[in-house]
Each structure stands twice: as structure tokens, then as C-alpha cells.
């Protein structure tokens, strides 16, 4: 028997690694592996999920009208220029479908969100990952790795696992410099937890220009990562695009419904905010406190710097030992790193003590 083959690059590609939600063995976890929001599922959209259960027979709305007019809304923007994916990832990979392909390359950072490497791949482009500099991508050498072949630039602000920011002047200054035929994707999962006010998520540089795209999501300050809804502000131009080769039914009905009632959830997005700017901080010293460096983050978790790989998963499997689940970021080039989520107060707590404890014990 013969098993068809893919295409030669597929098999170059490394499953994603999802955080595992449980231990085989432990009861209770506390799974802080997937920066999911810490406060659970906003109560309206729980509610909301409940009530269009007996919909469910029907496709939902293939194009998200109501969700983009509350997203309009909600943010001050044109319905019109947004697209609503299952998830943001679902529109990265329509982005690097379209845009990428055999002979048009994807640019990344080297720590960068890693559906970048996996969609600009399986699109068939080549795929460039750029050294960063403390952690942070390095704009320079990005333009520097810019050729005539390239189409996509995809930057994550905050990212993901590093936690970096980068200002709104640096990031307009990179645009202006990139050739208008680029496509730069800002990758805005995390907008909603920064807390410096020279921050753009990227609507203010969609506006400016017509090669921009930011993307942004359900899954983490809004606490629908399960029902897998994001979305994209893009130029008409680009819309109309994805708007071809998107799946029709791309967001299921309880996740329209979902998404629409958590944004009209009084305070959750406030309160979420503050909870991270007390307990993300409260986070990194309770590491630094132990002995861990902490890497600087505009996100809903830090990057623990373990200093060796050896460290790394000596930490990793101790905080299993106690139902504690971290990510472990070898497959992003951070093996002696864990990137821990900013749980609820008690689950900070926990963390911070069993890193204390395993540093104690390993001296
Ligand atoms: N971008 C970044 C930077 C992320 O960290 C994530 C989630 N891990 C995503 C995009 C994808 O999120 P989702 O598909 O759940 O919207």
C-alpha cells in the first residue's frame, strides 16, 4: 500500500504544543500553561452560550455582522474592516495562505509566536526568523532581512513567550520603513493587559496606512480561549481578501453569541487589567525573590529565566510534583526559560512558593 505524501515542507513543520491542562495522576492542577484569562468565564457570556443552544441546528451568521458591529463598537471601529476567525490563529494562517506561498517570505522574530513558523510553512513560503536583541525583536535587523521576496511581516505586541513590548513610535517607524508591498500583521493577543501609555495595539497605524493588519482574540482577557473567536482590523483591501478564502462558518453561533455578551460584560476588561498590573509584578518579584531572573512583560505572564535547560526542567517537573502546570519554551529557542501565567491571587501564591521552594532545595 502506497500513503499519499504532502507537499515536502509539511513534514519540516512541529505539531504546536498546546499547555497541557492536566498531570497524569494529580487531582487538582493549577494550570497555568495557555495565558488564559484568569478570571473564568465571563458570567453574560456563560449566559449567552445557554441561550442559543437550541439554535445550534443552524449555521451561524458566515459573516459575524453582529459581532463586528458590537466589536465597532466597542472599539471605535468600522464594522466594515474587520474579519472574524476561529480564533486569531485561524486568521494568520488565511493571512499567510494568501499573502505567502512559494517565492513570498514570511518574517518573524526569533522568539516570536510560533503559528508565524507553523502557517507561513504550510503556505509554502520560507520562513526568516531574525535574531532579537535582551529578548525583544530587533526592528533593525528586520528591515535588514526585508528582500525582494518578501511579503509578510508578522510582529506580536506584547509577545508571546518573551513578553516584550514595543512602543508605538518604533513600530510606526518600522512600517514607514518597509516596502509598501509588505503586509505587516501586529499581532495584538495581549493589547488588552498593557498597562505603558506608549503603547498602539495597531489601529492607530491600520488607519495610517494600507499594509497593515492587526490581529487580536477572545482567548485571553475575555476568558473564551475554548470557544476560539478572534478578529483582525485590516484595510478594505485585505478584508475583501480574507473574505474570499476564510471558511464560511469560520465562528460557531455560541461563539458569536460568547463573544458579543463578554464584551458588553460590565468591567471585565478593567477588572482583568488591574488584577494583572497588581498580580504581574506581585509574580516576577516573588521569582527575583527566589533567585529566578524575570524577564520584563506587557502580558498576562512572565518569562522565568532558569539560566540552563537542566534548571529549566528540574523547576518544570518540581512545580508538577505540587499540580503545578508552566509552559515549557524550548520549541520557541528558550529552553532554560518557563513562562508562567498570572493566575487568580491564590494560584500566584502557589507559584511563587513552589519556585521558592525548589530553588531552596536545588542549592
Ligand atoms: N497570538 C499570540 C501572540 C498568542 O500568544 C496566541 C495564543 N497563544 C495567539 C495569537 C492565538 O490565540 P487564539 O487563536 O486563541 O486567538
Given at each position: ?136 525583536a530587533?526592528l533593525?535587523?528586520m528591515l535588514?532581512?526585508v ?6 511581516v508578522f510582529l506580536?505586541n ?8 514595543l512602543p508605538a513610535e518604533d513600530v510606526a517607524r518600522f512600517r514607514a520603513a518597509l516596502p509598501p508591498d509588505v503586509l505587516l500583521v501586529l ?13 498602539d495595539?495597531g489601529v492607530k497605524l491600520v488607519d495610517a496606512t494600507d499594509n497593515t493588519v492587526m ?20 484595510p ?128
Amino acid at each position: 500500500m502506497t500513503t499519499p505524501s504532502p507537499r515536502p515542507e509539511i513534514l519540516t513543520i512541529h505539531p504546536y504544543v498546546a499547555g497541557v491542562s492536566e498531570i497524569p495522576g494529580v487531582n487538582r492542577t493549577v494550570k497555568l500553561s495557555s495565558n488564559e484569562g484568569a478570571f473564568g468565564v465571563p458570567p453574560s457570556a456563560r449566559a449567552a452560550i445557554a441561550a442559543v443552544v437550541s439554535d445550534v441546528f443552524r449555521y451561524p451568521d458566515g459573516g459575524a455582522g453582529a459581532l463586528r458591529t458590537a466589536l465597532g463598537t466597542r472599539w471605535g471601529l468600522d464594522p466594515a474592516r474587520i474579519v472574524c476567525g476561529a480564533g486569531s490563529d485561524d486568521l494568520i494562517y488565511q493571512l499567510c495562505l494568501s499573502y505567502g506561498g512559494p517565492g513570498r517570505d514570511v518574517i518573524m522574530s526569533e522568539h516570536g509566536f510560533s503559528i508565524y513558523d507553523i502557517a507561513g510553512t504550510y503556505a509554502g513560503s520560507r520562513v526568516i526568523k531574525v535574531p532579537e536583541r535582551n529578548l525583544t525583536a530587533d526592528l533593525d535587523a528586520m528591515l535588514a532581512a526585508v528582500s525582494a521576496s518578501t511579503r509578510l511581516v508578522f510582529l506580536a505586541n506584547p509577545n508571546n513567550p518573551t513578553g516584550s513590548m514595543l512602543p508605538a513610535e518604533d513600530v510606526a517607524r518600522f512600517r514607514a520603513a518597509l516596502p509598501p508591498d509588505v503586509l505587516l500583521v501586529l499581532d495584538a493577543a495581549y493589547a488588552e493587559y498593557v498597562t505603558r501609555s506608549d503603547y498602539d495595539a495597531g489601529v492607530k497605524l491600520v488607519d495610517a496606512t494600507d499594509n497593515t493588519v492587526m490581529t487580536r482574540t477572545f482567548s485571553k482577557i475575555f476568558g473564551l480561549g475554548g470557544m476560539r473567536v478572534g478578529w483582525c482590523y485590516a484595510p478594505p483591501a485585505v478584508v475583501d481578501v480574507l473574505d474570499r478564502v476564510r471558511s464560511p462558518f469560520n465562528v460557531s453561533v455560541p461563539a458569536q453569541a460568547a463573544a458579543i455578551a463578554a464584551l458588553a460584560e460590565p468591567g471585565w476588561v478593567e477588572a482583568g487589567r488591574e488584577h494583572n498590573a497588581v498580580q504581574r509584578p506581585r509574580l516576577a518579584a516573588g521569582l527575583e525573590a527566589a533567585g529566578i531572573k524575570v524577564w520584563p512583560s506587557e502580558g498576562n505572564f512572565v518569562l522565568a529565566d532558569l539560566e540552563t535547560t537542566e534548571a529549566a526542567n528540574a523547576a518544570d517537573a518540581f512545580l508538577r510534583s505540587r499540580g503545578i502546570i508552566v509552559r515549557k519554551v524550548g520549541g520557541y529557542g528558550l529552553p532554560q526559560c518557563l513562562r508562567v501565567t498570572v493566575g487568580t491571587t491564590e494560584e500566584v501564591d502557589l507559584v511563587i512558593e513552589a519556585f521558592t521552594d525548589f530553588m531552596r532545595q536545588s542549592r
